[in-house]
């Protein structure tokens, strides 16, 4: 049962432009979501993270959005640079869990 | 600081045969927990460990199990190979049993044949 879903597995986005990831879960249990991101040959990495007493949080050129009511979340990149060429995880956690539901990924690309 | 480190990176079995991957943990964690990535999804939780005990499972069958050592690093053992079985098997050490600071490593990518 996939709890969390990226409906978009791929992103094409000019270099300096926005990239808008999206998200969504059905689980509403759920109080804790975060954005991984993965180069190949490499692990998951940590990006940004989002409470869900929260709609909003910025990290620099991220910005992760949470609409709660529409259980739904975004992550911007403002503006997007090469190296932000990656696999993009949203994943989510039950209050108190030990584990991460994730989605299938997005796949972005910044053409230079 | 020394990452999450896995071992082997890669290894090619046979179905039927049993595997053995290992995971060292980051320095300052305690905690393990496995991962599996099938190719085009995302990571699904195997299960975690903390201090030496199995603390939670997902949805694997039992011939899917793991050790937890004093030093806090893990070994992920799989029995009975199946094709589906082919995937990058992740783990991530963490402080703690809860889901903040995951920190995973690169994987190990294992094919069944």
């Known amino acids: 049962d996939q709890q969390v879903k990226q409906n978009s597995p791929s992103l094409s986005v000019q270099e300096g432009r926005i990239s808008i990831l999206n998200c969504d879960y059905t689980?509403?249990?759920?109080?804790?979501f975060l954005w991984y991101k993965k180069y190949p040959a490499e692990g998951p990495t940590f990006l940004i993270s989002?409470?869900?007493?929260?709609d909003k949080n910025e990290d620099g050129r991220f910005t992760v959005f949470l609409n709660k009511s529409a259980k739904h979340l975004s992550l911007h990149i403002v503006p997007s640079q090469p190296g932000d060429s990656a696999v993009y995880f949203c994943?989510?956690?039950?209050?108190?869990?030990?584990?991460?539901?994730f989605g299938a990924g997005t796949t972005v690309t910044v053409r230079a | 600081e020394t990452g999450v480190t896995q071992s082997p990176t890669h290894l090619i079995k046979t179905r039927g045969q049993q595997v053995t991957l290992r995971c060292s943990s980051q320095?300052?964690?305690?905690?393990v927990s496995w991962y599996q990535q099938a190719l085009g999804q995302g990571p699904q939780f195997i299960f975690q460990?903390?201090?030496?005990?199995?603390?939670g499972r997902g949805n694997f069958p039992p011939r899917f199990s793991g050790l937890q050592f004093p030093n806090y690093s893990s070994e992920l053992n799989v029995n009975a190979l199946e094709l589906d079985d082919s995937a990058l098997y992740l783990c991530?050490?963490?402080?703690?049993?809860?889901?903040?600071?995951?920190?995973f490593g690169s994987g190990t990518r294992l094919t069944v044949v």
């Open positions: 991530a050490s963490s402080r703690g049993t809860g889901t903040y600071g995951y920190t």
């Open positions: 689980n509403s249990m759920f109080d804790y």
């Open positions: 989002i409470s869900s007493i929260k």
């Open positions: 994943a989510a956690s039950l209050p108190n869990d030990y584990k991460l539901s």
């Open positions: 320095s300052g964690h305690n905690t």
């Open positions: 460990y903390y201090r030496e005990e199995e603390n």
